[in-house]
């Protein structure tokens, strides 16, 4: 269990980006932290593997303060992927994987070897070992950045934005491609986004931040769906409401779901 407890962190005086935030994030599940630019998202992931210090307040994983943790040894327990794949330039794709084990003390053959299982577990064809990141799709750099992150098999994942860099039919393949690992791995994921259909897809539950990572509202995506707790989490989602609201119409005696502007999605099972 990841739990923050009263987390504040203040970069220069009087610059709140975060203010008096408590979370606990259950161990196995993933959460979603939603929310627009600015809201504090990325400052929250990073107080979790002391990439960035609270001016106040404390995080806690499995009941112990991360700053009982020596910071290097923490960071390469938790597995981290970052919007722009944060690959090495001048590794190849193997390498850029096996690094990260050859880090935590395994010879090289055997970093291989497990490296290319991960390449094969994220859905990388072992034809791309030998290539160099700039040689990749920007979908594929983000399966590298997984399969980096996988690597000392972390109970802990920090997604920042890790889609966000490719176009929308890749972005579906990579999340779908997480929910299936995720269903194999049971990590505690914790997946920062500004997009609300990924936050709804991939969250078992979503925290909603309005700025200063004020919590507007948290939830299963069922739950605030369902039941917005004011106007700024009814207006944040239903940013494109019309294609989340589901009607019904008869067409030759089925009933047809259709969206808020009248394009059919579904057939509605009897
Ligand atoms: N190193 C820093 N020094 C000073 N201010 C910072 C620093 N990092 C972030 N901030 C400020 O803290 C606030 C929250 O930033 P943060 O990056 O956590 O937000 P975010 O929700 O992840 O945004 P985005 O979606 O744009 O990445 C912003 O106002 C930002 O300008």
């Known amino acids: 269990m990841i739990e923050f407890d009263e987390v504040t962190k203040e970069y220069r005086r009087g610059s709140v980006a975060v203010e008096a935030f408590s979370l606990e994030i259950p161990s196995h599940r993933t959460v979603a932290l939603l929310g627009s ?32 943790r020596d910071a290097v040894e923490l960071r390469r327990s938790i597995g981290y992927v970052l919007q722009a794949g944060g690959l090495l ?43 160099y990141p700039a040689e990749l799709s920007g979908g594929q750099q983000q399966r590298v950045g997984v399969a980096r992150a996988l690597a000392p ?36 994921i914790v997946f920062v986004t500004h997009d609300v259909d990924e936050a709804f897809r991939l969250g078992d539950e979503v925290v ?31 940013a ?15 009933s047809i779901a259709v969206d808020g502007n009248g394009r059919p999605v579904g057939v509605m099972q009897k």
């Not at 390498?95 to 935590?104: F, M, S, Y």
């Not at 200063?212 to 009814?234: K, N, S, W, Y």
């Open 240 to 254: 494109n409401r019309a294609e989340r609201s589901l009607s019904t119409v008869d067409i030759g005696g089925r």
């Open 89 to 131: 330039p001048h590794r190849t794709v193997i390498d850029n994987v096996a690094t990260v084990l050859r880090l935590g003390g395994m010879t090289r053959k055997p970093a291989r070897l497990r490296a290319a299982e991960l390449m094969d577990r994220v859905g990388l064809e072992s034809s791309l070992a030998r290539r």
């Open 153 to 188: 098999d972390p109970n802990i994942l920090l997604m920042d934005e890790p889609f966000g860099a490719v176009d929308p039919i890749v972005r579906r393949d990579l999340q779908d491609e997480l929910l299936r690992l995720q269903a194999e791995l049971g990590k505690t």
């Open 208 to 238: 909603v931040l309005r700025g200063h990572g004020v919590v507007a509202q948290r939830g299963t995506p069922a739950e605030i769906l369902a039941a917005p707790a004011d106007d700024f989490v009814a207006d944040f989602i239903g």
């Open 37 to 68: 630019s600015g809201s504090g998202k990325t400052t929250l992931l990073r107080m979790v593997n002391r990439m960035v210090e609270p001016t106040s307040g404390r995080v806690l994983i499995d009941g112990e303060d991360v700053r009982a």
